[in-house]
């Protein structure tokens, strides 16, 4: 299987720059954009789950109407228990919804790509004898080389698959969790959040391809490096 490597010479429709020239968006900008982004997900998710909670709350008074008695040692340990399992329901939302952004955004960059440098065929002798193996893996490619290094400016480094619908994408040095320290827990709190975006991208742009997935990510970290990370991907069906 092979790809067309040769950027295309034509400005793109919409007058876009072209593909594989300069950005003029420095990465430590991009940075501070996507902890930002992360940031006002978190506040949005803690506002709506604090308001659900309210509600909740409301009702059960109405249903209680003040006639239980509540013994306090037991309302305290309810709290606690009540704040831990917020910060991880509102942790688990903001993933979710970054998740979704990171969708969005490959889907439609996944398209931008694929018309100006398109995925050749394996065999330009027969086509029509590609199987859905065949296919997957010629868009994982795709996506390994050209879709990589338009947002990151580097291919993944390693690819492995079963050849049955599971690939695992290796990123020795992925370039948002560069600045993370390794040996603290807030810092993979908090790269397990910044993370759902690429999944979501990866996600994204396998949609717009006609394969639907599933993407998770896991860390490669050896305590002390925090950036080597893997990307999962299970076709569905």
Sequence with gaps: ?????????????????????????????????????????????????????????????????????????????????????????????????MERLGYDVGYRLIERLAQNKPMAPSSSSSPNK???????????????????TEVFRKQIDKLQTNHRGVFVLRDMQFKWLKRLPGDVEIARVMAIKILAFPCGLIRGALANLGIVAVVSCDFLADGVNMSSCSFNVKVKG
């Excluded at 199987?131 to 490619?141: G, H, N």
């Design 1 to 97: 299987m092979s790809f067309s490597t040769n950027a295309d010479s034509s400005t793109p429709r919409g007058g876009g720059p072209l593909l594989g020239t300069p950005t003029n968006v420095s990465e430590p900008a991009f940075e501070y954009l996507l902890s930002s982004m992360l940031h006002w997900v978190e506040q949005e998710c803690e506002r709506e789950h604090d308001k659900q909670q309210k509600e909740l709350l409301d009702k059960k008074k109405e249903i209680a109407n003040g006639s239980v008695d509540v013994d306090s040692n037991s309302e305290q340990e309810e709290n606690d228990n009540d704040t831990s399992q917020r910060m991880v329901m509102i942790a688990e939302n903001a993933a979710a919804k």
């Design 130 to 148: 590609q199987t859905p193996a065949m296919i997957q893996l010629e868009a994982v490619k795709f996506i390994c080389k050209e879709f990589w």
